[in-house]
Structures are given as structure tokens and as C-alpha cells.
């Protein structure tokens, strides 16, 4: 099955040509729509890309993606932001995927991985819609954090997109600026626009108004579980930022409602009694971090240090401070098998030795 590629884009001049690089392997089609540039941008697309285009910005992501979308002339498409990679060996997978499609499918579901360990490993990644249909029903929608409304025939592939933005970019106010535009002019927010508008407060340090959106996103019960849960545990930082102890706390358990424990749920949990210098029952929790498993199905934020490393690391710290220094061991050498040149793992190594182990 043939595939267009389609990107919107402004001043990317320094990540354009890297984001492209390997999309010829699984690309039939580049497209290239600048939104307003005033650096080397639209050289660069000239260059690089197939078709073309420009599309006056007016602070609406979705808009403009869908208008990049409407010169893509290849049966599927395909998404990608300027400060994306796709390394090589995913771009062949994603070739032999297209090459080898079953008519039938709608969409093509990838990981989305947005930050990795010193081992080139996934460490933080949830799926997105990657590749769909090219038909007008699936459109983006969205001025802010813009997704396209998947139906039909849905799968899910292994090859990962790597989202890379440069090092010293700052994101800026941007979309929360955008957000707040919005509520001026009366937009009733749906409740993915006020989830994500909640977590765009929270992230520019407005906690107070963080909370009341999370509040309001979990009281009109949207049913999306992998949000539901987030919410939960960012209602829980927005609350201990603000020095509320109680209702931080109460957040988290309330997460169960919708779901197992989560491994990001536990470790909060966790830390937060370990801070207490409640050791044993933080213990309990790091261990059920660890017992938990990611549900990469979801569509969930995952943290996979939560479902490994953190609670090997923390429940041998926890063990120490109990006086049980044999399970703190064992603990210890759980996580120096999974990362043994983290500085942690390093400085409890020579403890361990100074003590006899």
C-alpha cells in the first residue's frame, strides 16, 4: 500500500532534513506545509519533500494538519513532527508493513517514544494513531494537542517513532496560550481539550488551575480509563505542590476506580510515604510497582523505570533503613542488573562492599 507522508512545520530548519532521512524507505509521498517560517524552513522542504504547501497559521494545530493532509494523494498517511526521528530500522519495518497491509486496515497504531535510557531503550512511550486511512472521515481534531478519531479495522505495529526534540528547546506557552484563547471566546471545552488543557497549566507551574481542570476532566466521566489515571496522579502533584497533604494522597487511591494499580501510581504513592519515613509500608507499595505491568494497549502515558528499576532501587533503600540488610541486597542487585552504571546503583555497590556484601 502506498504511503504519504505529511508534515506541518515552522522554523525546523535545524530538524527538518533529520526528520525526513530515512522516510524514503517506507514514504511514496512527502509533504511539506510550512505554517509560517521566517528561517530556512521552506528551502529545506523544497528540497526534501514532494509537494509543498503554506497555510496561514491561526493558533489551530488541527487545521493545519488537515490541510497538509488534503495534497497527500496516496491511499494511507502518515503523520510526523519536525522534531521526530525515525531511526532506520523502523523505517524499514514500517516499508515491509506497508508492503505487506492487509486491505482491510483503517489504522496503524506505533509507539510514540519520548525519552529513552542510556541504553537506547524505551523509557517513556505510550501509542498513537500513526497511519490511517486517506479519507475524509478520518480528520484531525483539536486546536491544541490535535488527534484524529480512529474507527474501523485497528492495529498495533512494533516499529517505534522517537520524538527528539533539541537539546535548549524550550516549548514555550504556546498551547496553553492557545487554551486560554479558547475559553475567552466561549469554547465549550470536550473533555480531551480539558485534560490536556490541565496538564498545560500544571506544566507551566499554574497548579491551583491545574487542579480545578483535572477536577472537572474526572467529574464528566469522558470513560477513557489511561486519562482517567493520569489525571488522578497529576490532580496528586498539583495538590502537594499546593501543600495539600490530604486530598494529594486521597487523588492517587482514587485512581483504582478505573483501573489495576499502575506502576507510575505505586512509586507516588510509595515515595510519598517514604518521605514520611514510613519505610515498611512504602516498601508495600515499591513492591507492588514492581509486580505491576504496563498496559501498552491502553494508550497510556508509561514510565517503564516504574514497572523495574525505581522499585528495585527504592525497596533496597527501604529494606536498608528497616535494618533488613539481606532483602536489601537482593533488592539492590534486581536493579543493578537492569541499568548497573546508574550512580545509584554505583554508590549502593560500594556501600553494599563496605558492609560485607
Not at 292 to 301: C, E, N, R, V
Amino acid at each position: 500500500m502506498e504511503l504519504s507522508l505529511c508534515m506541518i512545520v515552522k522554523n525546523e530548519a535545524d530538524v527538518l532534513e533529520r526528520a525526513v532521512e530515512n522516510a524514503r524507505v517506507f514514504a511514496d509521498e512527502i509533504v511539506v506545509v510550512d505554517t509560517g517560517s521566517t528561517d530556512g524552513t521552506k528551502a529545506i522542504a523544497k528540497r526534501v519533500a514532494d509537494k509543498t504547501g503554506e497555510f496561514k497559521w491561526r493558533d489551530d494545530f488541527a487545521a493545519a494538519r488537515n490541510y497538509a493532509d488534503s495534497l497527500a494523494t496516496c491511499p494511507y498517511k502518515m503523520w510526523l513532527d519536525a522534531d521526530d526521528v525515525v531511526p532506520l530500522p523502523s523505517a524499514k519495518a514500517i516499508g515491509k508493513l506497508m508492503r505487506t497491509l492487509d486491505p482491510a486496515t483503517d489504522v496503524v497504531m506505533l509507539p510514540y517514544v519520548l525519552a529513552r535510557d542510556e541504553f537506547g531503550a524505551p523509557k517513556f512511550s505510550y501509542y498513537r494513531e500513526r497511519i490511517v486511512r486517506n479519507r475524509a472521515d478520518f480528520m484531525w481534531r483539536g486546536r491544541v494537542h490535535e488527534a484524529i478519531a480512529i474507527h474501523g479495522n485497528i492495529i498495533k505495529a512494533k516499529p517505534i517513532i522517537l520524538h527528539a526534540k533539541p537539546t535548549g528547546r524550550a516549548s514555550g506557552t504556546r498551547n496553553l496560550d492557545i487554551y486560554r484563547k479558547m475559553a475567552a471566546e466561549g469554547h465549550v471545552f470536550e473533555p480531551r481539550e480539558t485534560y490536556y488543557y490541565a496538564r498545560e497549566l500544571y506544566y507551566n507551574g499554574e497548579h491551583d488551575g491545574a487542579a480545578r481542570e483535572f477536577e472537572r476532566y474526572l467529574g464528566m466521566r469522558a470513560g477513557y480509563a489511561a486519562n482517567d489515571i493520569d489525571a488522578c496522579l497529576m490532580l496528586s502533584r498539583c495538590y502537594a505542590k499546593l501543600g495539600d497533604k490530604r486530598k494529594s494522597f486521597a487523588a492517587l487511591f482514587d485512581s483504582f476506580e478505573y483501573a489495576l494499580p499502575t506502576g507510575e501510581v505505586c512509586c507516588e504513592i510509595a515515595f510519598k510515604l517514604f518521605a514520611d519515613g514510613d519505610y515498611k509500608r512504602a516498601a508495600y507499595w515499591f513492591k507492588r510497582a514492581a509486580q505491576a505491568k504496563p498496559d501498552i494497549d491502553s494508550g497510556a502515558f508509561i514510565d517503564y523505570d516504574c514497572y523495574g528499576f525505581l522499585p528495585y532501587i527504592w525497596l533496597s533503600v527501604c529494606y536498608d533503613k528497616l535494618g533488613n540488610r539481606r532483602t536489601a541486597y537482593y533488592w539492590h542487585r534486581r536493579a543493578r542488573k537492569v541499568n548497573p552504571n546508574h550512580p545509584s546503583v554505583i554508590a549502593n555497590q560500594a556501600y553494599f562492599e563496605s558492609i560485607g556484601f
